[in-house]
Nanobody
Framework: QLQPVESGGGLVQPGGSLRLSCTASGFTLGSYAIGWFRQAPGKEREGVSC????????NYADSVKGRFTISRDNAKSTVYLQMNSLKPEDTAVYYC?????????????????WGQGTQVTVSS
């Protein structure tokens, strides 16, 4: 079964940092554009950041711009989301998703494969 796998979530204090990783199970991640999404309790899933298959194109939601950095290492079939200056409002389950084509629209329908998510909690 083709599925991204997220890791790296956890509990961190406000102002702290976490690095999420997205790897692949059953397929080569390097062939796909990757998006990071998040969903907080009672809220809709929202796009956070995305990166093209080559890594040359990236995009960030306004709420994380300047604090989060997306990158990828196709040799390791891994995409990273470095999250700095974390705020309590960043608390959510973070999902990694793979799409055949890069788009900064964060349309959920454009993503073919979704991971199970990793919890990020920002609290003192």
């Amino acid at each position: 079964q083709l599925q991204p796998v997220e890791s790296g979530g956890g509990l961190v204090q406000p102002g702290g940092s976490l690095r999420l990783s997205c790897t692949a199970s059953g397929f080569t991640l390097g062939s796909y554009a990757i998006g990071w999404f998040r969903q907080a309790p009672g809220k809709e899933r929202e796009g956070v950041s995305c990166i093209s298959s080559s890594g040359r194109s990236t995009n960030y939601a306004d709420s994380v711009k300047g604090r989060f950095t997306i990158s990828r290492d196709n040799a390791k079939s891994t995409v990273y989301l470095q999250m700095n200056s974390l705020k309590p409002e960043d608390t959510a389950v973070y999902y990694c998703a793979a799409a055949q084509y890069y788009s900064s629209s964060y349309s959920i329908e454009e993503y073919d494969y979704w991971g199970q998510g990793t919890q990020v909690t920002v609290s003192s």
